[in-house]
């Protein structure tokens, strides 16, 4: 069921303060740091926001990402 095709995928980012590391869930999520798809929205949106355990805010996030061009991530969509 991991990475097969599905009617919607939906990943939970972070949650508060909350970590998480089970077979199921792990919080924050694990690739938030490589996915400029998402980095780049929540830059706009809340750029001093700092992940727990994380030095770095969003907005560094982000242009550590674009740095290391690690934004060839892309957002495919699958029409059924």
Avoid: A, G
């Avoid at 991991?2 to 970590?19: A, G, Y």
Wanted: aromatic share 10%; glycine share 0%; proline share 6%.
């Amino acid at each position: 069921s991991h990475n097969f095709p599905r009617i919607i995928d939906i990943d939970i980012l972070v949650f508060n303060d909350l970590t998480i590391d089970s077979d199921k869930l792990i919080l924050p999520h694990p690739r938030i740091y490589e996915r400029r798809f998402v980095l780049e929205p929540w830059s706009e949106i809340t750029p001093y926001y700092r992940i727990v355990n994380e030095n770095l805010t969003i907005k560094q996030l982000y242009d550590e990402c674009l740095k290391n061009k690690k934004n060839s991530q892309k957002v495919r969509l699958i029409n059924n």
